[in-house]
């Protein structure tokens, strides 16, 4: 396995126990985390700030189901269950693409489709 996909499964890891020193050690300091339809993030600062999302409590348990890499950029198929705030469970399925600068995550894209009754929808 690559130094790239290995630096973007032990990041996964980091928020599956929201570690944020491992989360932060996986990223460049100029990093840039854009979630389409949600928000847009520049720096390690303002990045520690949404690893937990104000709208969901406790760790995520993301799982990686595909990971595709070339020159320096991975993309990784995931699913990931959060609870809400209110208790209900968050389902979704995401696609996201890694940027990587010497072994560490410089820009991050997020595509994610939450599911509402099945796999696949």
Not at 50 to 77: C, N, Q, W, Y
Not at 96 to 117: A, C, P, Q, T, W
Request: with cysteine.
């Amino acid at each position: 396995m690559s130094d790239n996909k290995k630096t973007v499964e032990r990041y996964v890891d980091g928020f599956n126990k929201t570690d944020h020193a491992q989360i932060l050690s996986c990223l460049t300091d100029d990093i840039q985390w854009t979630n389409f339809g949600w928000y847009r993030i520049r720096g390690k600062e303002a990045y520690d700030q949404h690893i937990e999302g104000p709208e969901f409590t406790g760790s995520p348990k993301l799982v990686i189901t595909r990971m595709v890499e070339e020159d320096d950029v991975v993309m990784a198929e995931m699913t990931v269950e959060v609870r809400r705030k209110s208790g209900e469970l968050m389902r979704a399925a995401m696609g996201e693409v890694f940027v990587m600068r010497d072994s560490k995550i410089m820009e991050r894209r997020g595509y994610v489709i939450e599911l509402h009754h099945n796999d696949y929808m």
